[in-house]
C-alpha cells in the first residue's frame, strides 16, 4: 500500500503548481524546423524559411506578412528563390517549433 501512495504522489505536480502557469504557445506561430535554412554568403546572408515548404507543412501559411517574404539567391539553383525572412518571422512572434513526424504535430 505505502508503494502505491508513493508512486501516486511522484507523479504529482509540485504543490502550487498549476497548468496555468506554463507559458502559453500559439502553435500557428510555431514554423516547421524543416523548411529552415541557412545562407551563409552574398546579400541575402541569415536565416530563411522556404515559401514552397512552408506552403505544403504549415497549414498557417496563407497567414505569414507578406512584408517579410523576398526572392533569395540561394546559389544552389539559377534562380532566385522564395522565402521568409527569420528574423522578420520573429518580430511578428514566429518562432522554430517543431520538426514534423511521419504522423503530424
Given at each position: 500500500?505505502?508503494a502505491?501512495?508513493?508512486?501516486a504522489?511522484?507523479?504529482?505536480?509540485?504543490?502550487?503548481?498549476?497548468?496555468?502557469?506554463?507559458?502559453?504557445?500559439?502553435?500557428?506561430?510555431?514554423?516547421?524546423?524543416?523548411?529552415?535554412?541557412?545562407?551563409?554568403?552574398?546579400?541575402?546572408?541569415?536565416?530563411?524559411?522556404?515559401?514552397?515548404?512552408?506552403r505544403?507543412s504549415?497549414?498557417?501559411?496563407g497567414?505569414?506578412?507578406s512584408?517579410?517574404?523576398?526572392?533569395?539567391d540561394?546559389?544552389?539553383?539559377?534562380?532566385d528563390?522564395?522565402?521568409?525572412?527569420?528574423?522578420?518571422?520573429?518580430?511578428?512572434?514566429?518562432?522554430?517549433?517543431?520538426v514534423?513526424?511521419?504522423?503530424?504535430?
Amino acid at each position: 500500500m505505502t508503494a502505491g501512495i508513493i508512486a501516486a504522489q511522484r507523479n504529482q505536480p509540485a504543490p502550487g503548481y498549476t497548468y496555468r502557469d506554463q507559458p502559453y504557445v500559439d502553435r500557428s506561430k510555431l514554423l516547421p524546423a524543416g523548411c529552415r535554412f541557412q545562407l551563409t554568403q552574398g546579400r541575402d546572408r541569415g536565416t530563411w524559411y522556404g515559401s514552397n515548404c512552408l506552403r505544403q507543412s504549415f497549414p498557417w501559411a496563407g497567414r505569414l506578412p507578406s512584408r517579410c517574404e523576398a526572392l533569395v539567391d540561394t546559389r544552389r539553383r539559377q534562380r532566385d528563390e522564395r522565402a521568409y525572412s527569420a528574423q522578420c518571422l520573429a518580430g511578428y512572434g514566429y518562432q522554430a517549433g517543431y520538426v514534423r513526424s511521419g504522423s503530424g504535430w
